[in-house]
């Protein structure tokens, strides 16, 4: 693996380059394993990719990277040709509870690649200790196909936080009793959502290089409740619902980035200017303000400047697998297997959610990885910004459909969404949208903005002191 540790920026624009976290098991290596399938069938042969896989050690970077190897040299013999000229590997070793960790890799990839075309935000963590089982039992006996698309019998653990993001190694002969410890960082919150936010707004150089619009694609649920998300508690540390409540924030970020509303905090997160890394200082931040359809056109930042969205700025998407047999939540083998099954039962029944298979649930981020741009363009500016699911049929042939949002609806335009939302499989009680919803939806997407630009300059502040001293 020598020959991929550097990449040169001679490498010109038919040259693609994806990263892809949580690549070693589950969704995250399916992905990759679509995304080398649908680029070697979609691609004209002259294109090349390769694919940054991140995991958390060398052990595991080692096996993923033997295993998808030899899925090149199976599409290798189907094709009778071989692909190793056009898919190439690079793992990186990648913590996302660790901002030191992140930032080292966004530091190896500024240096050794000449743009990136698409982050696949797959990595994450569950928070889940176990099952209610007697809950479960009774829900899927009474109500099988809604109890196997929206679950209510997962337990989670609460107030997990990472390790110390700073003092977690104390350099020899240093005394930091005096020291005031940062606040902690929720773990699955971390995971899920802080760490790749701070990765991507990092990796900004690179995404704004690509040849094409650099995508940041990040990956939901379709088992979500809007009540599992406090913006008082972004970070999840007082709830049962932590890995809930961090993808509805996903998805609050994912579907509010191309609103006037969020446009000033946006901006700031996908430019790589120094002077927007300043703290945050609005001056209407009140929510009488807040709440004013039409927010002002010039909102005053801390460096009293607004920069406009250039026409190429990286572009924020939302997918989600469907529903997948995978070792998200450990099961005895036994019982994995008949989860299995009954997820195809619940296919075979009329459900569009059941993927089962992780790569047919990787239908959806690899599409939103690889379509054309101009096609997605198009769509949002028909139909609105979405969030996309990998769906199936009962034969298995999976496609790509837009899911509702809570509060959002499929496109979030109110009014537009007559004859479009209902579907089988639908959550069940789910409310129609409305003008109020869809305004609480946006309101609470640019608090969650604000929240999160300003908890990544506080991190990126303090560990700049820290490597300072």
Not at 192 to 220: E, K, T, W
Not at 438 to 467: D, Y
């Amino acid at each position: 693996m020598d020959e991929n540790k550097s990449l040169h920026p001679q490498d010109n624009e038919q040259h693609s380059y994806v990263l892809v976290t949580g690549a070693n098991s589950g969704l995250g290596f399916a992905i990759c394993c679509r995304l080398i399938d649908e680029f070697v069938a979609t691609r004209p042969a002259f294109q090349c990719l390769t694919l940054l896989l991140t995991t958390r050690g060398s052990k595991k970077s080692n096996d993923t990277v033997s295993r998808l190897q030899k899925h090149v040299d199976r599409q290798s013999r189907e094709l009778d040709r071989s692909l190793n000229a056009r898919i190439s590997f690079q793992p990186e070793r990648l913590d996302l509870t660790s901002l030191r960790s992140v930032q080292n890799l966004s530091t190896r990839l500024l240096d050794n690649i000449p743009h990136l075309d698409a982050v696949i935000c797959n990595a994450g963590q569950g928070g889940y200790i176990g099952v209610d089982w007697p809950k479960a039992i009774w829900t899927i006996g009474t109500d099988f196909l809604y109890a196997v698309t929206y679950p209510t019998f997962k337990i989670s653990s609460t107030g997990t936080t990472t390790a110390p993001q700073i003092f977690s190694n104390h350099d020899e002969g240093s005394d930091h009793k005096n020291s005031k410890a940062p606040p902690p960082l929720g773990q699955v919150f971390t995971s899920n959502v802080f760490g790749h936010y701070v990765l991507c707004h990092s990796l900004m150089p690179l995404l704004s290089a690509s040849p094409d619009q650099g995508r940041i694609v990040f990956i939901s649920s379709i088992d979500l409740l809007a009540s599992n998300f406090n913006p008082n508690d972004i970070q999840s540390l007082t709830t049962d619902k932590a890995y809930d409540s961090s993808k509805r924030l996903s998805d609050l970020l994912a579907l509010t980035s191309t609103l006037p509303s969020t446009k000033p905090f946006v901006q700031r997160f996908i430019s790589s200017s120094p002077t927007l890394s300043q703290p945050i200082s609005l001056l209407d931040n009140d929510a009488e303000s807040s709440a004013s359809p039409t927010p002002p056109e010039r909102i005053i930042l801390a460096d009293n400047e607004y920069r406009p969205e250039t026409s190429l700025s990286p572009k924020l998407y939302l997918a989600h697998p469907g529903v997948c047999a995978t070792g998200f939540i450990p099961l005895p083998l036994i019982l994995y297997y008949c989860m299995a099954f009954a997820f195809y039962i619940a296919r075979w029944v009329g459900s569009p959610w059941h993927t089962v298979s992780a790569y047919k649930g990787a239908c959806a981020p690899v599409w939103l990885a690889l379509t054309d741009q101009e096609e997605l363009n198009d769509m949002e500016q028909r139909e609105g910004k979405g969030k996309w699911g990998s769906a199936c049929d009962a034969m298995g042939h999976e496609r790509v459909m837009r899911t509702e949002v809570e509060g959002w609806g499929l496109g979030g335009r109110f009014g537009e969404e007559k004859g479009r939302g209902t579907r089988i499989g639908g959550r069940r009680g789910a409310q129609k949208l409305t003008r109020e919803g869809r305004e609480h939806f946006e309101e609470l997407g640019r608090e969650c903005w604000r929240q999160m630009e300003g908890l990544r300059v506080e991190w990126e502040t303090r560990l700049k002191s820290k490597s300072d001293l």
